[in-house]
């Protein structure tokens, strides 16, 4: 990314534009959208149209009212949508998924004045409005798996607007999954001391969002966007290396209490945050020190968050504070081009 | 925040003013810590803003009546006075109206004190105008006040809690939206209320060129990045 | 703002300045005066009743209430009394046929978002609190203000034992709250699932209460047998 933007003139020709690497990135999220699918049938299906659609819509209607024409087609309200659809539980409400849409873009977006304006994620803006909307019914969860999945909807799907999700309890029963816990594995953890195997995370079989189960999946769809250089390697590369490591030395320190690096990086939205949320190219740093900095604030953030927080998972805050922090540590690792000649800042990251 | 003072206006005008052009709270962004804090429901807030609106009224009108014998030199300090003294009288007649009113707007009463609106009305237009087009621009403000309050109150309400002045509108099964009674709610909502009348203001200025511009103030929100 | 740029010093004698001030602090002083008079009756009335409404919540029927405090020598009413800086409040409560029907106190304690005030009854016979209610809270909607709603919660004050050691200086057992689904003892608060803190804060403010009045007042229990 650094290659590609922020350069004075005189400007190359290339073929890599910004609506170019959106699509990609939209391409990059299909096969975790059909994981999706695949795990949690026909309701994750409308759940990721609708919220999608709510978000288009959203971007077309703010996008006209303030005389910028069609915005669309920059893919880039397609990604909020997708994202936003992956970081909530396949049995959300679809109407709870519409005001997530309408949050992210109205509030994430719109309001700061469009693409490249915006100094937070606006999927994750979006998530943030709906988990302290709407707390209870985000972190309740129905089983992956469950065999009437393709035939039937999850009875939570299709509550009416405006109403009390409705009750789910039977429909799980049905699923005839065993041993199904409501929680997720950061729940489970923080409240029962229970830690899933690495197993478990490998082949989607936890309760969570549907992005938070596919860690393979999305390293794979990670790795080839970072390949084609449309996205910057070394921000996942320093919120997982942070992550692991904070959570190593507390692992080592108090072994009892704190879980193996593996279950802090598989488990959660860490992975899908780090590799397609933290990369967002508006609301992250460009000067390469900076990179790090913010990459590594993520991923101790949301260690910090998940042991001695009162939340179960941090990713979605460490990322909203670290972008909130991006212009600051922009200014501060600016490298110096010309003036009063200091040691290369660019040079030693961590 | 300094009125364009323009010649000699009606008193019709006075008492407009602060209902829509110099709004305190879309217009000129005053008075934010009770908007934010105390406008979780359509009473809080009307209460609030009819609290407001006595303050300020009454102490415009005594700051106004008093304006020639206060040296210029001891001139905060007596508004201070002034100002606090009414917001005493409101503190004890709210608990003698209601208790549950007093603990739901809680210090937010007594705090009216240190809002900027009643200084700054008092200094900027009491302290220079007659009685009576001093009061009626003071209740116009505490009007424009509670209306803006009531706007987000309202919102806050029905989204909050599925009510609308205590009546329920959406029925037993509401799913209610916990942020909106939160202290985030209020900035959201007020965030949209301000981006509307932005709105609304550039399409009237865009409408009407030449001298509609000089009258808009531009809030804090917008396209100004 | 602009009378500042016309820089001619016209000279204020200090004497009016001072008559200036003093004409405004009389005019205010008589009217906060004035309105502090007339609404003092209002005002009072309002607090008892709202006092009367709390009380009679958590002690069913219950007609009359009397404000008293305990100290380490005994216990007084409020009224006509100052109350020591380490005395505890607490109201004695009166059925129709003039009895004691309990004891009504006040327990406070920090919960998600400040202090959570709660109002308990204390039954004398059973040694119980028979029932509570909350005072003030700002705990989160939905979640932390369960503690009003939820039944299962509430279940745990139809009788929550909190009788003295046999030395009469502490609760024989302190009031305290557990995990959702494992109260087992009649001193023990089952906790809301999903909203421990504010729960435990229940707990908490009980047992300090308790534990504060409960050894001052048991004692003298038979001066308020039947209402003054």
């Given at each position: 990314m650094s290659k590609i933007?922020?350069?004075?003139?005189?400007h190359v020709h290339a073929p890599r534009s910004v609506e170019n690497i959106m699509f990609n990135v939209v391409l990059a999220l299909m096969p975790i959208c059909i994981f999706s699918v695949w795990q949690y049938g026909l309701s994750s299906a409308v759940l990721i149209v609708t919220v999608t659609a709510t978000c288009l819509a959203t971007e077309r209607f703010f996008s006209k009212a303030s005389g910028k024409g069609n915005t669309l087609a920059d893919w880039s309200a397609t990604i909020t949508g997708l994202l936003l659809a992956l970081t909530l539980p396949p049995s959300f409400p679809l109407w709870m998924g519409a005001v997530a849409g309408f949050a992210a873009i109205a509030l994430g977006k719109a309001l700061f004045g469009g693409l490249g304006f915006n100094p937070f994620n606006p999927a994750l803006v979006g998530r943030a409005f709906v988990q302290a909307a709407f707390p209870s019914t985000i972190a309740s969860f129905v089983p992956a798996f469950a065999q009437q999945r393709f035939t039937s909807f999850v009875p939570s799907t299709w509550t009416a607007p405006l109403m009390i999700p409705t009750d789910n309890t039977g429909w799980i029963k049905d699923a005839a999954v065993d041993a199904f816990t409501g929680a997720t594995p950061l729940g489970r953890w923080k409240f029962e001391n229970f830690t899933y195997t690495t197993h478990d995370f490998l082949s989607g079989a936890v309760t969570a969002s549907a992005g938070e189960t596919s860690a393979i999946l999305i390293l794979l769809c990670g790795g080839y966007l970072a390949l084609r250089k449309?996205?910057?390697?070394r921000i996942p590369v320093a919120v997982v290396g942070s992550a692991a490591l904070l959570a190593w030395i507390l692992h080592l320190a108090v072994p009892g209490r704190y879980p193996e690096p593996l279950f802090v990086v598989l488990s959660g939205g860490l992975m899908l945050g780090a590799v397609f949320m933290a990369t967002d190219m508006a609301t992250s740093p460009v000067t390469p020190l900076g990179i790090w900095i913010y990459g590594a604030l993520i991923g101790v953030l949301t260690v910090v968050i998940r042991y001695f927080g009162g939340l179960t998972e941090g990713v979605m805050y460490a990322i909203l504070i670290a972008n909130a922090a991006s212009p600051l540590i922009e200014q501060f690792t600016q490298p110096r081009a010309y003036g009063t000649a200091k040691t290369d800042t660019a040079g030693g990251a961590k | 925040m300094s009125t364009p003072e323009k010649k000699a206006p009606s008193n019709m005008d006075e008492l407009l003013d602060g209902l829509w052009k110099q709004n305190p709270i879309f217009v000129m962004v005053l008075g934010m810590c009770p908007t934010l804090a105390v406008t979780v429901s359509a009473i809080n807030s009307i209460s609030m803003g009819l609290a407001t609106t006595f303050v300020l009224a009454a102490s415009c009108l005594l700051v106004s009546l008093l304006r020639n014998a206060i040296p210029k030199e001891v001139r905060i300090a007596s508004f201070i006075v002034i100002i606090a003294t009414f917001v005493t009288v409101v503190d004890y007649a709210i608990q003698a109206i209601s208790l549950d009113l007093y603990e739901a707007l809680g210090a937010y009463i007594k705090l009216i004190v240190a809002n900027c609106i009643l200084l700054g009305r008092a200094e900027a237009h009491a302290a220079k105008t007659p009685p009576i087009p001093a009061t009626l621009n003071a209740f116009g403000m505490g009007i424009g006040f509670t209306i803006g309050l009531l706007a987000i109150g309202g919102v806050r309400e029905i989204l909050g809690a599925g009510k609308l002045f205590g009546i329920s509108l959406f029925g037993p099964h509401f799913q209610p939206w916990v942020v909106m009674v939160l202290p985030p709610g209020g900035f959201f909502v007020l965030a949209c209320w301000l981006i509307v009348f932005a709105w609304f203001k550039q399409n009237k200025a865009n409408k009407s060129k030449p001298q509609q511009g000089c009258h808009t103030t531009p809030t804090t929100e917008g396209s100004r990045a | 703002m602009t009378e500042q740029t016309q820089a001619a010093p016209v000279f204020t004698s200090t004497a009016s300045m001072i008559r200036a001030l003093g004409l405004i602090a009389t005019i205010c002083g008589v009217i906060i005066v004035g309105v502090y008079e007339s609404t003092l009756t209002p005002v009072a009335a309002n607090k008892k009743l709202a006092l009367e409404r709390q009380v009679f919540k958590v002690l069913p029927g219950a007609k009359h209430v009397t404000e008293y405090f305990a100290t380490a020598s005994g216990i007084t009413p409020t009224e006509g009394h100052t109350v020591p800086a380490d005395a505890v409040r607490f109201y004695a409560v009166y059925g129709a046929d003039k009895k004691l029907a309990g004891i009504a106190a006040e327990g406070s304690s920090a919960g998600y978002a400040d202090q959570v005030r709660v109002l308990y009854g204390y039954d004398v016979t059973k040694q119980a609190i028979v029932g509570i209610g909350v005072v003030s809270m700002r705990e989160t909607p939905g979640i932390g203000d369960k503690i009003l709603t939820d039944e299962d919660f509430l279940k745990n004050f139809k009788e929550l034992d909190v009788r003295l050691a046999g030395d009469m200086q502490a609760l024989a057992n302190a009031v305290k709250t557990v995990k959702h689904g494992t109260k087992k003892n009649a001193w023990e608060i089952d906790a809301i699932s999903g909203a421990t803190v504010t729960s435990k804060a229940v707990g908490r403010g009980i047992n300090q209460s308790a534990q504060a009045l409960l050894p001052k007042l048991v004692p003298h229990i038979d001066q308020l047998r039947s209402q003054p």
């Open positions: 933007e922020l350069r004075a003139a005189p449309f996205m910057d390697w | - | -």
